[in-house]
């Protein structure tokens, strides 16, 4: 069975930081993994997905990286801003099923 | 573009009630999900839809039914509510995730309390 971890739980930053959040996976034959942002009380926005076969993508500030072999992707953020404080998560795609497996979420804070 | 839409966005049932949670979106995808997010537990499957005509469990199906009412919507039923199924439920749709770019739309979620 599928397992994503990430980690940390939630971080605080000053704003003009550069972070990343971590994520990690038990089953390396993936099909994609992908990045979503939650803002409180709404659904998911996709923000990157990277294919099995790629080892990152990049989105404007965001840069998402993918190493297969070791189950561990890392989600960049330069220059953070308040507002991209939301929860980040990371959910998999993995071969054989039709659907995805969630993280618990990095909650962000970003203060001015 | 109105995307996933589901209905009710707030609902407060007792247990023993009954209640259905509509989903319908409008990207003609062949795949459609129910999750549940709960605090601390990040977001379940309950039940998805990989096309037209077809339904399977997800991680936490018991408590649960649905149904694919045709290509577009995609309902969840409890049948017998309980407290332990207060949570925010989300529907989502996409084409299948193993194709190379497919990715997941979300709806905006639907607030149960049992009470």
């Known amino acids: 069975k599928q397992e994503v971890t990430q980690i940390p739980a939630a971080l605080s930053v000053p704003e003009g930081e550069n972070l990343v959040l971590n994520c990690s996976f038990t089953?390396?034959?993936?099909?994609?993994l992908q990045w979503f942002r939650q803002d409180p009380g709404k659904g998911l926005t996709s923000l990157l997905l990277?294919?099995?076969?790629?080892r990152e993508q990049t989105s404007g500030r965001l840069n998402a990286s993918l190493d297969k072999s070791s189950g561990r992707s890392t989600l960049y953020i330069a220059a953070s801003q308040p507002g991209d404080s939301a929860t980040y998560l990371c959910?998999?795609?993995?071969?054989?099923?039709?659907?995805?497996?969630f993280g618990k979420g990095t909650m962000l804070l970003v203060s001015p | 573009n109105a995307g996933v839409t589901q209905t009710p966005k707030f609902q407060v049932l007792k247990t023993g009630q009954s209640m259905t949670l509509q989903c319908a979106q409008d990207m003609n995808h062949n795949s459609m999900y129910w999750y549940r997010q709960d605090p601390g537990m990040g977001l379940r499957l309950i039940y998805y839809?990989?096309?037209?005509?077809?339904?399977d469990k997800g991680e936490v199906p018991n408590g649960y039914n649905v149904s694919r009412l045709n290509k577009r919507e995609f309902s969840l039923r409890l049948e017998s509510a309980a407290p332990s199924q207060t949570s925010v439920y989300f529907c989502?749709?996409?084409?299948?995730?193993?194709?190379?770019?497919?990715?997941?739309?979300f709806g905006e979620g639907s607030w149960l309390t049992v009470v």
């Open positions: 839809s990989a096309s037209e005509g077809t339904t």
């Open positions: 959910a998999v795609s993995t071969s054989g099923y039709s659907t995805l497996t």
């Open positions: 990277i294919q099995s076969s790629q």
């Open positions: 989502a749709s996409s084409e299948p995730l193993y194709r190379v770019g497919n990715t997941i739309y």
């Open positions: 089953d390396s034959a993936i099909y994609n």
